[in-house]
């Protein structure tokens, strides 16, 4: 759900609460009998020491119990009984302010409207452990007459040293809670806190980062090998463990385990037999429930076969992941069945719930490449071996009593559990594998791709799979944000280094731009601004588009190169090295050097007149991009022989100086 939207259920019941004769903004100071019997939620009162949130009030993925209740009890010391009437006390303000948090809109330096249900049960459980420690310590100041009629304050009675100790030891209420609660005082709605302007807690958070390409690259490597042998190993489980007794008909346990491992040891399936090699090394249970990492088949006991299948679950995952961009919120409740076709397209349909209001999510389709189909498929023949019947796509424990499954924690432990023959865990590539990594790598190789910087994604995954998935992607308004952020960071850096190099750079634009540079630079000085000053480099260079291995286009929107049919459209495969807005950059000299020598050599020995004209058309043009660059085959006696009888229309292209040296050269 988007973040400050209403979950229009947990709205209902707000609307229910405030029609109730009680004033919901008075709570803290009205009778404890005029609003114990309040519906904190549907089927609890404010008098209840537990409350639990519906499940229908949060998204599928979040309705474990454990992430829906409250338990107020927690906030007693331990020396504290329930029945005491202090225990009593503590617990009525401690609710109160639990049922304001609920419900009350406030404004401070800005306006903070209530939480979400689950946001309320995280905040209110951090009120709690703050509470339980503030009632242990001894050291308090004097306090004002409190408004609540329940007993004594909590936190405002605190000494300022005892108060610099709470916030040390629940970082997590005064980052999460503390905005409200000054709001709270500021607007009189309680007086239980020592101040309006305390500071809440900041985190450093680091933003979380893309997988680099090595690390990526590697990750998906083993996904799609795990995908390659998850059959055998399927059909490997439901034989196996269809064996219940030993040869002599003997059922315990110990028989029929070492029964069902010396099969496992001759087992043979269509790619995997003894002696087969991993590509990885793969950590799974091995006898005496020990781990240990295989580098070939077979594993050892029937429990290694299944958390081999379970490495093959998350495989599918994260090839998922990485077909469709997906959030792991998205992926944990696609249903079974989650394929439907479309026209010519696979569609994966599900839920989302970042822009939509209601807990069960709003419906989404995914056009999927062949690989991500093949992925669900799979995930679906893991299930029938598994005999699951839930509702969701993914396996998980018996006694989760969700369903949903820890994509999460499964993500984090392939990183562990998948090691390179070097014995470098994936985790320990490019740091930790999180489901949230996926999203961001794809946003960045994403916009990368869209610039020709960067062909990882197609590499990895197909050409052709990609481009049927790259629009789906584009159209999640966040995804194409980020992608363009890419996007724009990539052009910066790169017309940096064009600014930086273009003294050695080539091709006709050259000197155009380094006129530009220069009357830039100029002003840039006059300006006080660097040389990589966004402004200047835009103006530098307006447009830069790469059309192959470093080779760029700089024409602008309703400029008209070589290859233009139309104004305004690019036909990169028909790019010219005599169009006027070519640009090669001084990495491409050696490239262009070494096809000289190679034409050379070629040409030194026995060829056909045709042959001796193509390969002399192709030097000329080598020689046309870099002016400077008939200087280093001036003293090689072929460089003469090659080009003597060459016609002299052919250099017409070619720079100025480049020109007169070789008319020089040749006669």
Partial sequence: MSRGSLNPIL?????????????????????????????VMPGFALSDDIVEVPAEMVPPAKTKLSLRQIDFTKALPQSWSRSEHRSEMALRRLKRIALLDLTQTVKSNRKMSPPQALTWVSRTGFLVRAAKMALQIDTQEPSAISTCPDGVSIFKHLSPAAFQDLRKANPNFFQMNTS?????????????????????????????????????????????????????????????????????????????????NEAIQSWRGDVLEPGFSFPFELGVPGEARTSKFFSGWPVETLDGVKSLLLLCQCANAQILLSATAGRVSELKVLSKEPLKRSDDDTILVGYTFKETDTPAGEQ?????????????????????TFGKTGRYLWWSKENNTTEISGMEQAVALFGSRVRTLNGVALGELDGKLTTHRFRKTLSRLVGLALEGANNILFD??????????????????????????????????????????????????????????????????????????????????????QVGPERYCTAGDMENGLCSKFTGQRDVGACNSSCIFRLEMAAARQDRKEAIRNA????????????????????????????????????????????????????TPLPPSTREKLAQLVG
């Fill in 11 to 39: 709205n209902a019941h707000r609307d229910e609460l405030t029609q109730n004769s009680i004033r919901l903004d008075l709570v803290w100071s009205l009778p404890w009998d005029d609003v114990c019997n309040l519906p």
């Fill in 180 to 260: 409200r609660l000054n709001a709270f005082l500021m607007m009189g709605l309680f007086d239980d806190w020592p101040a309006e302007d305390v500071s809440p807690k900041r985190f450093k958070s680091q933003a979380i980062q893309p997988f680099n390409d090595s690390a990526f690259s590697q990750i998906l490597r083993a996904s799609f090998f795990l995908a390659s042998i998850q059959h055998d190993l399927e059909s490997c489980y439901a034989e196996i463990s269809s064996i219940t007794e030993d040869d002599q008909g003997r059922y315990g346990q110990d028989l029929v385990r070492r029964v069902r």
């Fill in 600 to 651: 050379l050599q070629l040409l030194s020995g026995d060829v056909g007149r045709g042959i001796r004209v193509f390969f002399q058309s192709q030097i000329i043009g080598h020689l046309s991009v870099f002016e400077s660059m008939i200087d280093e085959f001036l003293d090689d006696k072929r460089f003469k022989a090659a080009l003597f009888d060459c016609e002299k229309k052919l250099f």
């Fill in 364 to 384: 989404r389709h995914w056009a999927l490449p062949d690989h991500a189909v093949a992925a669900v498929k799979r995930q679906q023949s893991l299930l029938r």
């Fill in 460 to 545: 990895v995954l197909g050409h052709t799979d990609m481009d049927v998935t790259l629009g789906y992607m584009l159209s999640d308004a966040e995804f194409q944000a980020d992608a363009e952020k890419v996007r724009q960071e990539h052009k910066h850096l790169l017309r940096v280094r064009i600014v930086n190099e273009i003294d050695e750079c080539g091709g006709p634009s050259a000197p155009r731009i380094r006129v530009a540079r220069d009357e830039l630079r100029s002003r840039g000085i006059r300006e006080d601004l660097g040389d990589d000053d966004p402004e200047l480099l835009l103006a530098v260079l307006p447009n830069i588009q």
